[in-house]
């Protein structure tokens, strides 16, 4: 058993070696570097020259000068909208639970002298509107009449007459809705 694996061996250890070989006489020499690539830059892993450390330093500082601004700004109008003062600390309600604090108030609400008042003069403009006459439409003949006598006039000549409905359909039992129709359209029986 020995004997074909020492063949495979040697075998595998020739084309090692044939590998080996034939790699070393198609090497080639070094390509220059294309331009602008840096032999140094190039051993480092990067290029040292594409981000400047100050530049990413002032734009975080400007970032958060502008946060800074942007909070002033909105407590301002926040200020200027509730018309509370301005204060640095904590709300006292977080600090000493909500009995610190005292309780918002609403405006007071604005009441009436006596009741009524303000409908007292709608309401005496529409018993007059009811109960006198005037006239709506001159040039069409259309008056207004006090609600009492109008309803003295219908009761005395009664209401027009409604048309006599044409003529009504009949269900002789041999239709029915259809589903998709819901009932709008009578549909023979199959």
Do not use: C
């Amino acid at each position: 058993m020995s004997q074909p694996e020492q063949r495979t061996g040697i075998l595998v250890r020739l084309l090692e070696l044939l590998v080996v070989v034939a790699a070393l006489l198609r090497r080639r020499p070094a390509r220059t570097l294309p331009s602008g690539v840096d032999a140094k830059d190039l051993g480092g892993g990067y290029e040292h020259g594409d981000m400047n450390a100050l530049v990413v330093a002032g734009a975080a500082l400007g970032l958060i000068g502008t946060l800074v601004l942007l909070f002033v700004l909105v407590t301002l109008f926040e200020q200027a909208m509730v018309s509370l003062p301005f204060t640095v600390s904590r709300p006292a309600d977080l600090t000493g639970g909500l009995q610190a604090a005292p309780a918002p108030t609403p405006p007071a609400p604005a009441l009436e002298a006596q009741s009524g008042q303000t409908s007292n003069p709608y309401r005496a403009a529409q018993e007059q509107k009811l109960n006198s006459y005037a006239w709506v439409d001159r040039g069409a003949g259309v008056v207004r009449i006090p609600i009492d006598r109008a309803m003295d006039l219908t009761a005395q000549r009664g209401l027009a007459a409604q048309p006599a409905p044409s003529a009504m359909p009949q269900d002789a039992g041999g239709t029915s809705p259809s589903m998709a129709s819901s009932g709008r359209v009578e549909e023979s029986y199959p």
